[in-house]
Each structure stands twice: as structure tokens, then as C-alpha cells.
């Protein structure tokens, strides 16, 4: 799980936690609450309640965010974009994940989040009781859903632990992700660079020409890092949502994964048990990735570009179903709407244009915005123009339908599914047989969490 958060940590993540008197799933009994150090709200919205004069300062507040952030990370996402809108509401991070430790951790300390980082999902707040449907009171605030970039509200609807498709949390941060290719590689190759809505076979057949060795030095042509995001493309699920059977033996989009898996591998030269594919080091030529952690932070001296995700042959055009950054309301938070104004703000074209050119990719469907990626960074380095566009130029994949057993396929490199693709590529195993091994391992999985319900 830990493993599971250190990706996202990447694109910056964290979670605070608690709420008020509500029972714990985990004693049975209900942890005390404490006057928050924080002005109690009115349940009114500031900007529009009548009593609040325009002129009248208003009483500040603070809001305690659960999530792994630092004071830092919160000035830059939050306080820098909001605090001249909002000079009276303060948001204070906890430094600590949404999950049950931590939730307890504080409620230990009488502690109670009002606004919480969600990349684990929402289970965990349906067991706390916390679990607040944002679909009225952002309709009641005449919020355009349609600004948002098609599918990513599926995708956070499809995440509702009860199947009612309910939008349980905003999402303020994309988690994008591309194909990158060395230049300098297959420029020795004498191959000419990919392009934007190559399938997955033509990237397996590019990589062949750029795997060798050039100068006393072996090239691969691709890496197998993020393979999961491939997996997301299909749509799949791995458990029945009724009865948490493993479905990965009998749904035959998991043994088109893993034998794209075996492909990959089976590139001569491309792939041996516990290599690290290092794309910064000038020795892989092809690498995907999530632009957040790469393309601002690659070295100057490496000559790359990035091209769109890979497609299945049978799926032109669809891309993997990314997971955006999202942050749930507390129920029983006192100010529901002061933090509905600053989330809420959080996903103006404002803020998501100045956030996207600070290397923090933007959830917005304006292409004008997308284009813009890390653009304040870039503009600092010659002659460096990347193919945002192109990143952008594929939908998102229908998710796949929730299941309270998992696996949670949307979680990126170190759910189970993308876990497996190393032990399956050092078993010898053919697919169907480790599919079958997974199905058994998974059981159990499943058992351990029907006892704990």
C-alpha cells in the first residue's frame, strides 16, 4: 500500500484525518472530538450570506487538511492561488495518509480533518462515516462539470464504494501519462523517432530496432516500468463485485496484459531478471511515464520528447484510465463550505492554468490549458519544446466497474495487478498458469477481507 502512495507522493500527495463523534469501524466506539482550534464556521456560505456585510472582515478559518503535505507543498497548491480570494481561511496539513493508522493516530489526539487527500479511494471514509456526496451542493453553487476533461468524473463516479456512481471528491490534480523517447538513441539506430497514436504492437516492433549495442553500449528499447497503466486501457475487473471470485484466469483482458508483458521481454536484449531501466541515463530509448516527475525534471542534456500512450490495436484512441489527485469533504466537518470555496476555486481556469505551468498537471478539458505544461519551467531551458499536445490527444477508458474486493486497477505501478508483471516474467510460467496462481493468491486476499467486515 505504503508503495502504492510513494508513486503519487511523487506528484506530491498527502492526507489528514478524523472526524467527530463518529463511531469507529475499527473499535466500535466513538472517539471524543475537541473544540478545533479553528473559528467554527456558520454553515453558510460566506459569499453569499446575507448577514455577512461585503465590507465586514470575515472570522478566520482553518481548515485541517489530511494528506502527506508539506507547509510548503499546501502554500504552493493552495495558499499562493487563494489567499488573496480567501485572506480569511488558513489550510493547515496533518502530514499524514487517509488510512485507518492514521485516521486513528488522530482521533488519538482529538483531531478532525475537514478536507482529505483520497488516492487509496473511499472505503476508507465509509467506514469512518465521513463520506460527504459533493453532486448538490456544487450544482446549488451552479459548478460546470463540463470544464472538467472527459472521463475523469467517471472515473472518481465509478470509485464510489456503495455503486451509486455518486461524486464523492474533487478532483484537483491529473495524474498523466506518456510515452518518452531518447532522440540520441534512435538517431545511432538510424530509426525514425514514434509518433503520437502508435498501437502497442508498433511500439514492440520500434523497440526491437533500438535494442543492440551502439559504441560498447546496450541500448533497450523499451522499459517496462508502468506497465500497469496498459491494464487501465482495458477496462477490467479483477474481482466479481458480488462475490469477490477472482475474475484474472477468467477475464481474457488480464492474458492480453501479461502477454504484452512477455512480448516486451521477450525483445532480444531488451529485458533480464532485476535490471533497472534508468531513462535518464542515456541507455533506454523508449520509457513511459508520468509527465509530473519527468518532464520538468529530466536533465538538460538528455534529448527526448514524448509522444501519446500506447494504444491497443483493437482500441484506437483509448487511453489508460488515469486517477486524478482528489480531495473529499468531511461530513462532519463545521466548514463544508469554506471548503467547498476553495476547492472549488482550486478548479477555476485560473488556478488550473497557473498550477499546469507550474509542472502540476491540470484536470481542465481546454486543450489552450493542457498545451501549456510546465511551460514556466521550459520557457527556462533553450530550445526545449516538448509535444504537450500530443500527450492529450487520446480519451480516457471507461473504468472499470466498482468492486469493494479490488484489486483497485486505477492505482498506479504497485497495485496487484502491475506487482505482478516482474514475478510473472521470472516464473518461466505461461500466462494462463500464473493467471491461475494469481486467482489462488487473491482468494485469500479476498477472505481476509470478508472477516474483516
Known amino acids: 500500500m505504503k508503495k502504492r502512495m510513494n508513486v503519487i507522493l511523487l506528484i506530491s500527495l498527502v492526507f489528514a484525518l478524523m472526524l467527530a463523534g463518529c463511531s469507529s469501524s ?29 465590507n465586514e472582515p470575515k472570522e478566520p478559518v482553518k481548515l485541517v487538511f489530511m494528506a502527506p503535505w508539506s507547509k510548503e507543498q499546501v502554500e504552493g497548491r493552495f495558499h499562493a492561488g487563494t489567499k488573496e480570494k480567501f485572506p480569511h481561511i488558513t489550510v493547515e496539513p496533518t502530514g499524514k495518509f487517509a488510512d485507518a493508522t492514521s485516521f486513528d493516530e488522530l482521533f488519538a489526539q482529538e483531531v478532525m480533518p475537514d478536507i482529505i487527500l483520497t488516492t487509496d479511494g473511499f472505503d476508507i471514509l465509509k467506514e469512518r462515516d465521513m463520506l460527504l456526496p459533493l453532486d448538490d451542493l456544487l450544482k446549488e453553487r451552479n459548478f460546470d462539470f463540463n470544464k472538467i476533461r472527459p472521463g475523469i468524473m467517471e472515473a472518481l463516479r465509478a470509485r464510489d464504494p456503495e455503486g451509486q456512481g455518486r461524486l464523492l471528491g474533487i478532483p484537483i490534480e491529473d495524474v498523466t ?39 560498447g553500449i546496450h541500448y533497450r528499447g523499451l522499459a517496462t516500468n508502468l506497465m500497469s497503466q496498459a491494464m487501465t486501457q482495458l477496462s477490467a475487473n479483477g474481482t466479481d463485485p458480488e462475490t469477490g471470485e477472482p475474475q484474472f484466469s477468467k477475464n481474457p483482458a488480464f492474458a492480453k496484459f501479461f502477454d504484452l508483458a512477455k512480448r516486451i521481454a521477450s525483445i532480444p536484449g531488451n529485458w533480464e531478471p532485476d535490471i533497472q531501466y534508468d531513462f535518464t541515463k542515456g541507455e533506454v530509448a523508449m520509457s513511459l511515464g508520468l509527465i509530473a516527475n519527468t518532464i520538468p525534471h529530466y536533465p538538460d542534456e538528455l534529448d527526448y520528447d514524448v509522444v501519446s500512450f500506447p494504444t491497443w490495436s483493437d482500441l484506437p484512441g483509448v487511453g489508460p484510465s488515469t486517477l486524478p489527485l482528489t480531495v473529499a469533504i468531511n461530513k462532519h466537518s463545521k466548514h463544508i463550505d469554506e471548503s467547498l470555496d476553495i476547492l472549488e476555486y482550486l478548479l477555476s481556469d485560473e488556478q488550473q492554468l497557473r498550477m499546469h505551468r507550474l509542472e502540476v498537471p491540470s484536470v481542465s478539458g481546454d ?21 504537450i499536445k500530443g500527450i492529450y490527444s487520446l480519451e480516457q477508458a471507461k473504468p472499470a466497474i466498482y468492486s469493494p474486493y479490488g484489486p483497485d486497477i486505477l492505482l498506479y505501478g ?25 486467482d489462488e493468491e487473491y482468494t485469500t486476499i479476498v477472505k481476509e477481507r470478508k472477516l474483516q467486515n
Open 26 to 54: 475499527n473499535t466500535g466506539t466513538e472517539a471524543p472530538v475537541k473544540e478545533q482550534a479553528q473559528t467554527e464556521g456558520t454553515g453558510t456560505n460566506p459569499s453569499t450570506d446575507p448577514k455577512q456585510e461585503d
Open 367 to 387: 486543450l489552450s490549458i493542457l498545451e501549456q505544461f510546465a511551460a514556466d519551467t521550459l520557457e527556462q531551458k533553450e530550445d526545449r519544446e516538448m509535444n
Open 177 to 215: 501519462v506518456a510515452l518518452h523517447y531518447n532522440k540520441t538513441i534512435f538517431d545511432k539506430f538510424g530509426v525514425d523517432y514514434p509518433t503520437d497514436g502508435m498501437t502497442w504492437d508498433e511500439v514492440i516492433e520500434l523497440a526491437g530496432k533500438v535494442t543492440g549495442e551502439r559504441d
Open 414 to 438: 504497485t497495485n496487484f495487478v502491475g506487482s505482478q508483471v516482474t514475478p510473472f516474467l521470472k516464473s518461466g510460467d505461461d500466462v494462463q498458469t500464473f493467471l491461475r496462481k494469481m
